[in-house]
């Protein structure tokens, strides 16, 4: 159970196009999900907190106009990295959590992205 | 400020060679401790939740416990496939969000 399916698991696109990543939560319905971003040999970096028919929460630091998320479903969280450039490439990651008390995220397999 | 401090960085062990991996935290009320490994260009995955100091965890080989300011994970006879990024986050009493360590990376060979 608590399987978290995340399309495409990698992408290569030219600078200036946008990319859409979308994560779903395959057996359980997830209010709330989440969505990270991965350095090589570094942790994970939370971007943003995506709430299901709500805005998203960013963090500090990530720009809201170039990654834009979209929780339009108990099941599907999306994220859209616009306008692309090179320095944005890197490894994406969400999560979705169960709700009720404080249960663990569980973790999609990643987007590799990367912009030429 | 909250912070969640793993070590060693890199472990390299034999197999069947035991160990732990430690993972120290300071946060302002623990709601929930959680172990994930992460292999390669995969995304974490969940092993463990604690929510009290005291509190054990097992599943085959890995053994978690904790404390108010640290857990552990323990590995048993670890095999080569138990090689992985092993990660600790801690959920604090403010927010929702986990805070991740830097993790720990084991490899053990044959």
């Known amino acids: 159970g608590a399987v978290v399916s995340q399309h495409p698991s990698w992408v290569i696109c030219k600078s200036g196009t946008s990319v859409k990543i979308e994560c779903r939560s395959l057996d359980f319905q997830a209010t709330t999900m989440f969505w990270y971003r991965q350095f090589p040999k570094q942790s994970l970096m939370l971007m943003a907190t995506?709430?299901?028919?709500?805005?998203?929460?960013?963090e500090q630091g990530v720009e809201k106009d170039k990654f834009l998320i979209n929780h339009a479903s108990l099941t599907l969280s999306t994220l859209t990295v616009t306008s692309a450039h090179p320095e944005d490439s890197s490894f994406y990651i969400c999560s979705a959590r169960l709700t009720g008390g404080y249960q663990p995220q569980h973790f999609g397999d990643g987007t590799r992205l990367s912009i030429l | 400020e909250d912070q969640v401090t793993q070590s060693p960085e890199a472990l390299r062990l034999q197999e069947g060679e035991s160990s732990s991996l430690n993972c120290s935290y300071t946060v302002s009320g623990l709601r929930g401790l959680f172990w994930y490994r992460q292999d390669p260009g995969k995304g974490p995955e969940f092993l463990f939740t604690?929510?009290?100091a005291g509190e054990e965890k097992e599943k085959e080989r890995l053994k978690a416990t904790l404390t108010k300011k640290e857990s552990f994970l323990h590995i048993t006879a670890p095999k080569p496939e138990d090689s992985a990024t092993y990660l600790c986050a801690v959920q604090a009493q403010a927010g929702t969000a986990l805070i991740f360590g830097k993790g720990t990376t084991l490899s053990v060979s044959s």
């Open positions: 604690l929510y009290s």
């Open positions: 995506s709430n299901e028919g709500s805005k998203a929460t960013y």
